[in-house]
């Protein structure tokens, strides 16, 4: 069974950063994608940022030169870097993998982000 686990969200200042952490059961580069999703309160569930198996990164407008998406192939960890955090950042993570097997897709549990003075 494929698991995805995030951790590293909390309560952070504006302007503070974070990074949120992906720990999957299996070889990271058994997934053809690994993105970061969030949903804000009230919101849909939107794309954050992403990278393929072949090493080529997405960002949404919104996040672009604040946040970065990364991987330890050693770890089997993804990891997105977020710096100069607006409140408008605050939502739930969640990490997201299509496996290259099937095209399944896999979602983590999500880990909360809160961005506040």
């Known amino acids: 069974q494929v698991q995805l686990v995030e951790s590293g969200g909390g309560l952070v200042q504006p302007g503070g950063s974070l990074r949120l952490s992906c720990a999957a059961s299996?070889?990271?580069?058994?997934?053809?994608?690994v993105a970061w999703y969030r949903q804000a309160p009230g919101k849909q569930r939107e794309l954050v940022a992403r990278?393929?198996?072949?090493?080529?990164?997405n960002y949404a407008d919104s996040v672009k030169g604040r946040f970065t998406i990364s991987r330890d192939s050693v770890q089997n960890t993804a990891y997105l870097q977020m710096n100069s955090l607006k409140p408008e950042d605050t939502a739930v993570y969640y990490c997201?993998?299509?496996?290259?097997?099937?095209?399944?897709?896999?979602w983590g549990q999500g880990t909360q982000v809160t961005v506040s003075s």
């Open positions: 990278f393929t198996r072949g090493g080529i990164t």
């Open positions: 299996v070889r990271i580069f058994s997934f053809y994608v």
């Open positions: 997201n993998a299509v496996a290259v097997l099937g095209g399944v897709q896999y």
